[in-house]
């Protein structure tokens, strides 16, 4: 599957989402527990604000010698015996893979969880070729793969759209014939899954970081797949985005605690591990490794406003708090990258034509900006493709700009305010919808917006917008008699 | 020009900076979190952490005396049931006063063999239901084992088998992972470690890939225990 995900457009992809009431209780029930979650672990660890600007730094300081980083590692990688590819594009790494495939006949493929696999349609290019098997070793990659390559629908959580009597079926299947108990359900899937591993004689990873000072790549997981990638098949081939660079093992150990509390709120992930082409006298891993780093795109951000998107580690933590991700789910945007990073990446990736729904699906209240562990500025990064887009789309912005000019000049001159609140209610007299007073409309009897003006309007499609209150009505006039009340 | 020639000076044009600054401007962090972080602990204290945090991990946490060892060893065997045991070809074996113990170990253990092809050895790990192995450090902050790879104790040790046990020395259980990677850098560095491989192992394998449930035991073991030899 390829960045993009549908062919749908935005509107229908956003109604599909609404009616999916299984996966918006399930991200939300995801959300609220991964709170709590990343919330108690950062507190663990203390001092995350002093973490977060070492975080950003680490990720600054690669982004900007990101060439010299580049080459340092992929000279560590080939002293150690291994071959580094530098891919443009999707077509030019998974064309490369899979020429691999062909010239060490390679048959039985395995794969550990890899997004960047995922943005190069490897599966798919991968099994073009004849007698080749591959499998996704990663529990919830596995699922997907059985249900014919179904769209992840979150970067760290991939199958929150699916529920276990779902699961079970996929996996009727193939064999099972258990329960629609989750433990039970993971025990069939490795006793499955083990007997690819042992005779698997290539494995596909992606790479969490790249360690520079030695050419050795650091993977995290909670299952353990990954590690059995790289240490059965006598090939093993590492995909990665060219950005993933870190120093020395000292920053990617730093990364992988930050990363690990931000994506599942534990203080490290079950495996955290270092790995190269096998040295000659060791008796497994691979004795054939290849890394092909990727740009597909990521230049486009070097030197721009959109530079710090780079920074990303993926932990997802951004989707974790985003109230529009709550709603759509991950197949709301049509990329493999949804949510807040997924609507600031995927334009930079593939352009406005593809992806400019994107950065309008964002309240901008700021949430994700405030939890991302390597302090990307994701809401202002929104704005900034929405005024790139209006500059290159030709539309005028000088309309939002003046009315955003006028509300802020409005709201932060008090005599300005108080006769606005003295005036709208009347005002807006003649726009109101009224109904008798139910259940239903009580906070809206004294009328209410059914299409309103300017930049309201994109809330009253979907909601009603009340009245604003009489003068005599409003917070600020019944604050004031409940003090003089209560002085009196 | 190479195909990284070209890739390189793009990344350089795109960004608008030249390449080869990194040596006059190498990575300094702005604060020392990572080292200063738990580096006021007491030996005594270090030992609580680690035990509370491996715990929350659903490890089995033992500290033993040297002596006590193989007894140790043998309830955890039994507990197992263990009719497979795979032990690493390790000089630390006989450094932990092991030997007498390995001489009348039954069943019979089979071991991660250097000198054995990749097919042995991967046929013994996977049918090892129980697994021994000798661990680098100990980090306090998360419970986390560290192992890196070595002739004698392959990759696939740490993950094939179904129930895993790792013997750490007290002296080496560090606050977090800033003091084990000092320790492997200077290794790799100094040439006194040659491997390819490090593995930083916290518990069992997990997963919450169905509906959020905690599933633990995936691919890798499905029980993970930690005995820590009392050297100080
Ligand atoms: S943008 Fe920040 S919060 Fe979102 S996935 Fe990337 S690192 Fe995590």
């Known amino acids: 599957m390829p960045i993009k995900t549908s062919d749908q457009s935005f509107t229908t992809r956003l109604k599909e989402s609404e009616a999916d009431k299984f996966m918006q209780r399930a991200v939300a029930k995801a959300q609220d527990a991964q709170w709590d979650k990343r919330t108690s672990s950062r507190e663990d660890l203390g001092n995350w604000p002093q973490w977060r600007e070492l975080g950003e730094q680490i990720r600054q300081h690669v982004i900007r010698y990101l060439p010299d980083y580049l080459e340092r590692f992929s000279n560590n990688v080939e002293a150690r015996g291994g071959h580094v590819f530098f891919a443009s594009t999707d077509e030019e790494a998974s064309s490369y893979i899979q020429q691999i495939a062909v010239d060490l006949d390679a048959h039985h493929i395995v794969k550990s969880k890899s997004m960047v696999t995922t943005e190069i349609d490897l599966d798919k290019k991968l099994l073009e070729l004849p007698d080749r098997t591959l499998l996704e070793s990663d529990l919830a990659e596995f699922i997907l793969q059985e249900d014919d390559f179904d769209e992840p629908t979150h970067i760290v959580f991939p199958t929150l759209h699916k529920n276990r009597d779902q699961i079970q079926t996929i996996f009727q299947k193939i064999g099972y014939t258990g329960s629609n108990d989750p433990q039970e359900m993971a025990r069939f899937a490795r006793k499955y899954l083990r007997a690819s591993f042992l005779e698997a004689d290539m494995g596909i990873t992606g790479c969490n970081f790249a360690v520079a000072e030695n050419g050795l790549i650091n993977l995290v997981t909670n299952e353990g797949n990954a590690d059995l990638v790289m240490a059965i098949p006598k090939t093993q081939v590492v995909v990665m985005g060219m950005e993933r660079l870190v120093p020395t093992m000292q920053e990617a150990a730093v990364l992988d605690t930050m990363l690990a509390r931000s994506a599942v709120g534990q203080r490290m992930t079950s495996y955290a591990t270092f790995c190269g082409p096998a040295m000659p006298d060791e008796i497994d891993g691979p004795e054939n490794f290849y890394v092909v780093i990727l740009d597909n795109g990521r230049s486009n951000a070097l030197g721009g406003q959109f530079e710090q998107v780079l920074q990303c580690i993926r932990c997802g933590a951004c989707l974790n708090v985003c109230p529009v991700y709550r709603h759509i789910g991950g197949h709301g945007y049509g990329s493999i990258y949804p949510g807040p990073i997924g609507a600031v990446l995927s334009p930079v990736l593939r352009g406005y034509e593809l992806f400019g729904d994107l950065p309008f699906a964002s309240s901008l209240c700021g949430a994700c900006s405030e939890t991302c562990p390597v302090k990307i500025p994701l809401h202002e990064l929104l704005i900034k493709h929405r005024a790139v887009m209006n500059d290159r789309l030709k539309l005028d912005h000088s309309f939002n700009n003046t009315v955003m000019h006028g509300i802020g000049m409005a709201t932060g001159t008090p005599p300005m305010f108080r006769m606005a609140l003295d005036v709208d209610h009347a005002m807006s007299g003649a726009m109101v919808k009224h109904d008798a007073p139910t259940v239903e409309n009580f906070s809206n009897h004294n009328g209410y917006f059914i299409h309103a003006p300017g930049m309201a309007k994109g809330w009253t499609d979907s909601r009603d917008l009340p009245r604003p209150p009489k003068h005599k009505e409003n917070f600020r006039s019944w604050f004031k008699h409940h003090q003089e009340a209560s002085h009196d | ?232």
């Open chain 2, 1 to 232: 020009m190479t195909e990284r020639e070209v890739f390189l000076n793009h990344l350089a044009e795109a960004s608008g900076r030249p390449r080869h600054q990194l040596v006059d401007h190498p990575f300094i962090p702005i604060n020392s979190l990572p080292q200063t972080t738990l580096s006021d602990l007491s030996a005594d204290e270090l030992l609580n952490l680690a035990q509370t945090r491996s715990e929350a991990l659903q490890v089995e946490f033992h500290l033993t005396s040297q002596k006590k060892l193989p007894q140790v060893l043998n309830v955890w065997l039994k507990a197992q049931q263990a009719q497979n045991i795979l032990l690493p070809t390790d000089p630390r074996l006989s450094e932990y006063g092991l030997d007498q113990w390995l001489a009348h170990l039954t069943p019979t253990p089979r071991f991660w063999q250097p000198n054995a092809g990749r097919a042995t050895n991967l046929d013994a790990a996977s049918h090892a239901d129980a697994a021994i192995s000798v661990g680098d450090y100990l980090l306090a902050e998360s419970g986390t084992l560290t192992v890196a790879t070595t002739r004698g104790q392959g990759r696939a040790f740490h993950f094939l088998p179904t129930h895993y046990l790792s013997i750490i020395p007290r002296s080496h259980v560090v606050p977090r992972s800033y003091q084990a990677m000092k320790a492997y850098r200077h290794a790799l560095q100094n040439g006194t470690l040659q491997t390819s491989n490090i593995n930083f192992i916290s518990g069992p394998s997990n997963s919450g890939d169905i509906e959020m449930v905690l599933i633990v035991g995936v691919h890798g073991p499905l029980t993970v225990s930690y005995v820590v030899i009392d050297d100080a």
